[in-house]
């Protein structure tokens, strides 16, 4: 997902005051063990640090913190 979608949410950071979510709603549909979710929540926090997502200039969110979302 790097060239996908990471590389253009570190410009758009530049530009913009940006929300990235970390999407861990939808992963419920295949039926997850769930003591792996706040694991895979984690990785993929990391994941966006390591790509260059600044949370100084962007906010990051977890998707089922804001239940608004599945409204």
């Known amino acids: 997902n790097y060239f996908g979608a990471l590389r253009n949410f570190i410009r758009m950071q530049d530009e913009n005051r940006c929300f990235f979510f970390i999407a861990d709603i939808h992963s419920l549909t295949t ?6 979710l706040h694991g895979n929540v984690k990785n993929v926090l990391v994941d966006y ?3 260059g997502i600044d949370p100084g200039k962007s906010v990051i969110y977890i998707q ?4 608004e979302t599945i409204e």
């Open 49 to 51: 640090l390591a790509a």
């Open 64 to 67: 089922s913190d804001v239940p």
């Open 31 to 36: 039926h997850p063990d769930p003591k792996d």
